[in-house]
């Protein structure tokens, strides 16, 4: 229920109706009328409206009038699957040159006995660190830990030892 139509609220919307149409010559518009429903004074919150909020009353109207519902369809896995594949393709196009490379273009399979083929079918696969990316860092800690030198701020650990380069 609106604040206009209210009996908590009503005496004092309709005297701010009157006292515009005194001081304007005429009655608002719906633009108007509801921007002055904020300032009514409301008995059932104990304010007013734009102070101490709606009642429970306007809250109920308005969930009746605008339910909640997403217009965003859910995808299914092919959707999901295309999603992704452009994902990769995004970051092989701007990532992909650099070191170390997060996507790797397949456009080549190993086949045992014949060699390297063209794929038919060529993807974009996506790189990950392995196990030797865990021995490899543990290594470098612990050089950087018996490094006798000083170390400043600023990743002075990582131009003492680039692991990066190492595993790559």
């Known amino acids: 229920m609106k604040c206009r139509n ?3 609220g009503i005496d004092d919307y309709t005297s701010r109706i009157e006292m515009y149409k005194t001081v304007y010559g005429e009655y608002p518009g719906e633009e108007r009328a509801n921007e ?5 004074w409301c008995d059932k ?15 109920e109207q308005d969930e009746e009038n605008y339910k909640n519902h997403s217009k965003k369809k859910r995808i299914n896995k092919r959707e999901r699957y295309l999603k992704h594949q452009n994902h990769l ?3 092989y196009e701007t990532v992909g040159g650099y070191y170390p490379t997060p996507v790797r273009y397949v456009d080549e399979i190993w086949i045992k006995s014949i060699g390297y083929v063209k794929n038919p ?7 990950y660190r392995g196990k030797a990316s865990k021995y490899l ?32």
Do not use: A, I
């Not at 919150?45 to 809250?59: A, F, I, L, P, Q």
């Not at 079918?121 to 996506?126: E, L, N």
């Open 36 to 40: 002055s429903e904020q300032f009514v």
């Open 6 to 8: 209210c009996p908590y």
């Open 121 to 127: 079918k060529p993807y974009y696969k996506r790189v």
């Open 89 to 91: 393709k995004y970051l």
């Open 45 to 59: 919150v104990g304010g007013k409206v734009y102070t101490y909020g709606h009642c429970s009353d306007w809250y």
């Open 137 to 168: 860092k543990r290594q470098s800690h612990k050089k950087v830990r018996r490094f006798k030198g000083d170390l400043c701020n600023g990743n002075m650990s990582h131009k003492l030892y680039d692991f990066w380069w190492k595993y790559w």
